[in-house]
Antibody, heavy 121, light 107 residues
C-alpha cells in the first residue's frame, strides 16, 4: 500500500524558512516522479514543484521559483521541500504526491494527507 | 501557462442524479487531463488520468471524456459519498495547472 506522510509544517514569520519532508513507503521510491501541491485556506489546488526519480530534473511554479527547492533522498525514501523567504501568501496545506509516468508525461496517482504551513507575524 | 476553466463552479444535485462537469483548456493538451475529488478537510483523491482512464480502485460510475481543449467528468448515479469538490488538471506541460474546482452539493 502506497503511503505518503508529510511533516515539518508549522507557524513561521514572513521572511523565514521551513523544510517539509514526505516519507514514502509501499513502492520503489527512486523509480517515481514526486511532486508538491498546495492549497491555501478555502482556495483551490496549486501545483508547486516536481522532481524526477533520480532527482536530476526539477520544475517549479513561477510563484515559488528562486525561493523553494525540491529535493529527494532515495536512500531514505524521503522527499523534501526547502522553503525560504516565506511570504504570507505561501500559507497553505502542502501535499506531497506520487507521479505515475507514461513514456512522455507524468500524472499524480497518490496523495499524502498534507501539512499546514502558516506564514504570519 | 495553460489556463483550465471548469463549469459550473458549483451545482446542487440529488442522490441518483447523473452529473456532468466540464473542463476547458486555454490551448490543446491532447488527452493529458486528470480529475481529482476532494472532500472537506481531506487530501485530494485521484479519479481519472489520460482524460478517460480510471485510477485503480475508482468505481465505474465515474467516467471521463474529451481531448484537445474540452473535457467532461460524469458521475452516472450520484451517491452520498460523491458530494465533494472536483478538480481537473492538465499535465501536458509545466507548470501543471488546475481548474478552480466544482463543488457538488446535495439538493
Amino acid at each position: 500500500e502506497v503511503q505518503l506522510l508529510e511533516s515539518g509544517g508549522g507557524l513561521v514569520q514572513p521572511g523565514g524558512s521551513l523544510r517539509l519532508s514526505c516519507a514514502a513507503s509501499g513502492f520503489t521510491f527512486s523509480s517515481y516522479v514526486m511532486t508538491w501541491v498546495r492549497q491555501a485556506p478555502g482556495k483551490g489546488l496549486e501545483w508547486v514543484s516536481v522532481i524526477s526519480g533520480s532527482g536530476g530534473s526539477t520544475y517549479y511554479a513561477d510563484s515559488v521559483k528562486g525561493r523553494f527547492t525540491i529535493s529527494r533522498d532515495n536512500s531514505k525514501n524521503t522527499l523534501y521541500l526547502q522553503m525560504n523567504s516565506l511570504r504570507v501568501e505561501d500559507t497553505a496545506v502542502y501535499y506531497c504526491a506520487k507521479g505515475l509516468c507514461s513514456s512522455t508525461r507524468c500524472v499524480v496517482d497518490y496523495w499524502g494527507q498534507g501539512t499546514l504551513v502558516t506564514v504570519s507575524s | 501557462d495553460i489556463q483550465m476553466t471548469q463549469s459550473p463552479s458549483s451545482l446542487s444535485a440529488s442522490v441518483g442524479d447523473r452529473v456532468t462537469i466540464t473542463c476547458r483548456a486555454s490551448q490543446g493538451i491532447g488527452n493529458y487531463l486528470a480529475w481529482f475529488q476532494q472532500k472537506p478537510g481531506k487530501a485530494p483523491k485521484s479519479l481519472i488520468y489520460a482524460a478517460s482512464s480510471l485510477q485503480s480502485g475508482v468505481p465505474s460510475k465515474f467516467s471521463g471524456s474529451g481531448s484537445g481543449t474540452d473535457f467532461t467528468l460524469t458521475i452516472s448515479s450520484l451517491q452520498p459519498e460523491d458530494f465533494a469538490t472536483y478538480y481537473c488538471q492538465q499535465y501536458n506541460s509545466y507548470p501543471w495547472t488546475f481548474g478552480q474546482g466544482t463543488k457538488v452539493e446535495i439538493k
